[in-house]
C-alpha cells in the first residue's frame, strides 16, 4: 500500500512540475471592437477582447471586461 501512495505522489510531483503555461498570443485582429475592462478601481478601453486578454498575460494584470463599448 506504501509503494502504491509512493507512485501515486510522484506522479503527481511530475505532472506538476511538468505542466507549461501557455504562451501568450500576440497576434490579435484588428477590428474594432471596444471593451471596457477594469482591473480593481482602474478603468481602461481595449480595441477589442483580444487585446485585453494578451495585455493581462503579457503584462500579469488582470483586467476583466465590463461592458462592450468604451469606458
Keep these: 500500500m506504501n509503494i502504491l501512495a509512493l507512485i ?13 503555461k501557455a504562451p501568450c498570443t500576440d497576434l490579435c485582429t484588428l477590428e474594432d471592437w471596444p471593451v471596457c475592462g477594469m482591473e480593481g ?19 500579469g494584470t488582470n483586467f476583466r471586461k465590463i461592458k462592450d463599448g468604451e469606458c
Design 41 to 59: 478601481a482602474r478603468k481602461q478601453t481595449f480595441p477589442n477582447y483580444c487585446v485585453l486578454q494578451m495585455e493581462n498575460c503579457l503584462k
Design 8 to 20: 501515486l505522489f510522484s506522479l503527481v510531483i511530475v505532472g506538476a512540475f511538468s505542466a507549461k
